[in-house]
Every structure is written in C-alpha cells, then in structure tokens.
C-alpha cells in the first residue's frame, strides 16, 4: 500500500502518527481512506466534492503531482499544506 507522511499540523489532526499506509490507486483515493482511517482529517485535504483543497500540495516520490495522478504499491505521498503569515 501507498504510504502518506503528513507534517506537523495534518499530523496532529491523523492521530499524531507522521505516515499512515493507505490503500488506493490514485492520489485522491489515498487521500479518501486517509479521511476514512482518521475522521478528524476529513475536511482538511479534500472539500466536499472531493477535490483537493487549494492550499494542499501533494508530492509524489518527491515530485509535485495532481489528485488524478496513479500511486502504486511502494509510493510515497507527501501531503504539504500552505503556511501563510505576515
């Protein structure tokens, strides 16, 4: 199964664990039976529609990737979510 590491404020909202191994084909589906595993994510990384939220980048073994984008067994999923501050 596809791995997802999470950082500081998504982890703390997955149970405070960092990477979570996921089932799923596709980035989108990942992220589906992430919000499935932890509730408290749901929300966070998908919008009602399930699309990926504008603020949320996802990384695939390293590089930029869209929701759309395949994952395979051995894949890591790096999910970032935007910092603002002034």
Do not use: C, Y
């Amino acid at each position: 199964m596809p791995s997802v590491r999470l950082p500081g404020p998504l982890k703390k909202l997955a149970g405070g664990r960092a990477e979570h191994r996921l089932p799923g084909a596709t980035v989108t589906e990942v992220l589906r039976a992430l919000a499935e595993e932890e509730p408290a994510t749901d929300g966070w990384l998908l919008d009602e529609r399930g699309h990926l939220r504008p603020h949320i980048s996802v990384f695939v073994n390293g590089e930029r990737s869209t929701p759309e984008a395949p994952v395979g067994e051995a894949d890591r999923v790096d999910v970032l979510q935007a910092i603002s501050g002034g």
